[in-house]
């Protein structure tokens, strides 16, 4: 086996990239340095010996003499000390340096090896380094976007400051909790599914997401999302998302209120047949009325007449001015849609709407109980529109009682004053409002029983509002609901 001579290790160090001092480890004097410290520092070894910390390290409190003494004494003590020394050269050039001071034993005096390395390059990379994480932190923390890195399962693998708050929370909570957990079911499995059919070209996509915050409320996120792999320490599926709630609230209210339009069209085009069709029917009617009253006057001029067959004739003229009543009370109702507000009596209103609201209750054996107000209702408002709720919160209540036994069908209309209010209770023996539609009744066409010229609980609720009233629903007990509204009185003038 070979083994290296005592002068082999001398050129060995010679050789060394690595700047080698050597201090006497009593006095701490300079004894040695090899070619490359000699060529750093820019001294000859003859000029280096004698020269002292302040000859040759930067002029700085943190560099005195005293310390560099103390970390060479604890070198000597412990065996091996760190420290960042900055060197000054012959020419006057500071080199900033990770220097290491090692106690070792020689024949004859013990040393302390001081190995150094110019850590300069790797400072400023450092200080940049640390400016730009800086500087991102504060980007990051002011944007509307955040950004999270979620591993295949959505496991939180990176957060940021922005990411967090727009999830209610703080980043250090969130580090390793399931992102899809958070979201709803219909979100999660196409967020799954996004992750499983990854491209090997890791081509980014769109995705839209409903999520929850940490305080329970439920947001919509739209996001951008990219596999990634930064070394071994964050690999995952890179999100960038926004919260676009308010988008999404303002899109459905936008589609609500294009079907409401679309609604209030068909309504309008409903009562303008409505006219044309009670403005032809008048005429045959009338028509036929008169034949039938000639007949009648013919059967009375012959001495054989069959008095059956003129009573019959009679009672077919009675039933036409019945129809005629009915087609002149629809026309006097729809004519006018486009009415402005005229000062009326509810009581007057509840009792016209009667005779509509027993038309639809007669077949389905619904028992019609209207109870007025003994003082009147003055209110300000658009006739046919106040009467058309009516008939709408009537015609509801009584579909839900169409199928229910004889005994529980009644329906109540009861109108009062109270608090500077006119107040329409119509009550039902239905089966009530379930728990979790009483929230959004009066929301975006919620009944389903609306037909004829119905027009649904929002536009109700439109339509009490526009006149400064309110609306409102609740169940009774032991069965059935009630649904109220109310609108201000108008006192009488003095």
Not at 112 to 135: A, G
Not at 384 to 391: A, E, F, P, T
């Amino acid at each position: 086996m070979y083994q290296p001579k005592p002068n082999d290790f001398h050129a060995l160090i010679e050789a060394m990239p690595l700047c080698i001092i050597l201090h006497d480890a009593q006095t701490k004097e300079i004894l040695w340095a090899n070619a490359a410290a000699l060529a750093a520092l820019g001294f000859t070894l003859e000029e280096l010996t004698p020269l002292k910390a302040p000859d040759m390290t930067r002029d700085a409190p943190k560099y005195r003499r005293s310390v560099g003494l103390r970390w060479l004494e604890g070198a000597a003590r412990t065996g091996q000390r760190a420290i960042e020394w900055c060197y000054r050269s012959k020419q006057g050039v500071e080199i900033l340096s990770e220097a290491v001071a090692t106690l070792v034993h020689l024949d004859g005096r013990d040393v302390l090896m001081v190995q150094f390395r110019d850590i300069s390059k790797e400072d400023k990379v450092k200080r940049d380094l640390k400016r730009f994480e800086s500087r991102l932190k504060a980007f990051m923390q002011d944007l509307a976007e955040g950004v999270a890195v979620l591993g295949p399962e959505g496991d939180i693998g990176f957060i940021s400051d922005s990411g967090a708050h727009l999830l209610g929370s703080e980043v250090h909570p969130l580090m390793g909790q399931n992102f899809l957990a958070w979201c709803d079911e219909a979100s999660r499995q196409r967020l799954l599914q996004k992750f499983a059919h990854e491209t090997p070209e890791h081509t980014p996509f769109n995705v839209h997401y409903q999520v929850q915050r940490q305080d329970g409320e439920w947001r919509w996120h739209d996001a951008t999302c990219r596999y990634i792999e930064i070394e071994d320490d964050l690999v995952g599926h890179l999100l960038l998302f926004r919260d676009v709630t308010e988008q999404v609230q303002a899109e459905d209210a936008r589609r609500v209120s294009e079907q409401k339009l679309e609604y209030l069209a068909r309504y309008n085009a409903m009562g303008e047949m409505a006219v044309a069709i009670a403005h032809e029917l008048s005429q045959p009617l009338a028509a036929t009325r008169n034949f039938i009253e000639g007949a009648v006057i013919r059967l009375g001029t012959a001495a054989d007449a069959d008095q059956g067959v003129t009573w019959g004739l009679q009672s077919a003229v009675r039933q036409i001015e019945h129809a005629s009543v009915i087609i002149k009370s629809v026309r006097d109702y729809v004519v006018k849609l486009e009415q402005s507000e005229e000062l009326i009596d509810l009581n007057e209103l509840l009792r016209e709407t009667r005779y509509f609201i027993s038309l639809r209750a007669d077949p389905s054996l619904v028992r019609v109980e209207v109870v007025t107000s003994p003082e009147p209702l003055r209110v300000s408002c658009e006739k046919v529109l106040i009467g058309q709720v009516i008939l709408n919160l009537a015609f509801n209540a009584i579909e839900e009682m169409a199928d229910l036994p004889l005994e529980r069908r009644i329906l109540r209309i009861h109108a009062s004053a109270a608090d500077g209010v006119a107040l329409v209770r119509i009550e039902d023996n239905g089966r009530g409002i379930q728990a979790q539609a009483q929230e959004k009744l009066f929301d975006g066409f919620f009944s389903s029983k609306v037909s004829g010229n119905g027009i649904g609980l929002a536009l109700c609720k439109n339509i009490i509002g526009r006149h400064r009233g309110d609306i409102w629903a609740q169940n009774l007990e032991p069965c059935g609901a009630v649904f109220s509204f109310s609108l201000p009185l108008i006192p009488p003038a003095i």
